[in-house]
């Protein structure tokens, strides 16, 4: 059984004027221990495939389905006290700004210690403590942090609490969306190469959302490529960054004239998203795509397999 395992899933905003079709049929499966970069240009639906798995979506404006299975257990369908008892301890998630969910009137050690006591009520203070030094050391924070208020910290060291706070409980997914972005390029390839080892000594299993391809070649087992909503390739980094076989990946590596290079972003390919309001009959890349004729823009691919773990939607690709 895979640790997770997305059917099917379909995200909407449902607007005033206007229903946007942010995910759109994601099949993924992500295995204990997988470290799975997703990418994608802005606006894919990277971040709402996030917050759909811990459903952190604004439930008023959004619906979705399909199945969300973590470990067999269907997230869409449990009860909110069960959603409750995985958050943290089995699955923890950290965005860009997740500094935003510290309050400012709690030191930054009362509040790690009020998330630990979450699941570990009786815990005392002297083991928590512990707990977050080791963390700190982690991220690649001195101890003299856990007495300083959220106003203290630069946004980058805010980040880096927020980061040590999902590792708390001991997650065994861990989602990273653009959660290491904005800290500088040592402190992020720091962090990365820590968490590397917690993958291998703690079984942990990371979800790295990025529009950074390079972060992904060096830090992921996996990729899956996303784009307006669809999963365009996903597969091994070896595979799918060495010989990429959709014609969005291909667009998107030449978009990166060096892995190992400065970060760029992903403007390397002609045109722009479609809009995610109108229903797109065949293949979303159609527009953007220098292969793309009649078949493509009348009949949507689907991902199919190439070899193993490695699937491609896309029409000419892979054993046709
Ligand atoms: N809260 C929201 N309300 C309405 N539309 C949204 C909301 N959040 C995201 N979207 C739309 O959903 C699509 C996917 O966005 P998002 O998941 O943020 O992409 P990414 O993380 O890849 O940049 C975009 O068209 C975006 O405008
Ligand atoms: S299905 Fe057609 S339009 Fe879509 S990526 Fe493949 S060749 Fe291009
Ligand atoms: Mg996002």
Redesign the pocket.
């Known amino acids: 059984m895979s640790l997770l395992e997305l059917k099917d899933v379909n995200v909407q ?1 449902i ?1 005033k004027d206007k229903k ?1 079709m ?1 995910c759109q049929h994601i099949d993924l499966e992500i295995e204990e221990r997988d470290s799975i970069g997703i990418v ?10 996030a917050n759909a798995i811990l459903r952190l979506l ?1 439930k008023r ?1 959004t619906a979705v389905d399909g199945e969300i299975l973590f470990e067999g257990k269907d997230l869409l369908k449990i009860t909110p006290e069960e959603l409750n008892a995985l958050r943290w301890k089995e699955i923890s998630v950290v965005f860009q700004k997740s500094m935003n969910a510290l309050s400012p009137v709690h030191k930054v050690g009362k509040q790690m210690e009020d998330v630990y006591r979450i699941h570990e009520p009786k815990a005392n203070r002297d083991e928590i403590r512990k707990r977050v030094y080791e963390l700190f050391k982690i991220v690649n924070l001195s101890d003299r942090v856990y007495e300083l208020y959220p106003h203290e910290l630069s946004g980058g060291m805010m980040q880096r609490v927020s980061i040590a706070l999902s590792l708390l409980h001991n997650p065994k997914l861990l989602v990273l ?1 653009e959660a290491t972005t904005a800290l500088d390029v040592v402190t992020q390839s720091q962090i990365l190469q820590e968490i590397m080892k917690l993958e291998e000594n703690m079984n942990l299993t990371r979800i790295m ?1 990025t529009h950074d391809v390079s972060v992904v070649a060096s830090t992921c087992k996996k990729i899956a490529v ?1 784009y307006a ?1 669809c999963l365009m390739e996903t597969g091994t980094v070896q595979d799918v960054l060495v010989n990429p076989k959709h014609p969005y990946t291909q667009g998107l590596l030449k978009s990166f004239p060096s892995f190992k290079g400065a970060k760029n972003d992903l403007r390397g390919i002609p045109g722009s998203l479609p809009d ?1 309001s109108q229903e797109i009959q065949g293949c979303v890349f159609a527009d953007r795509c220098p292969y793309a004729d009649d078949r493509c823009r009348q009949e949507k691919p689907v991902l199919r397999v190439v070899n193993g773990c490695w699937k491609v939607a896309c029409h000419k690709a892979g054993g046709e």
């Open positions: 905003y607007l946007i942010a994608g240009e802005s606006g894919s639906g990277k971040s709402t495939l604004p404006i969306d959302i996303m909503g995610l």
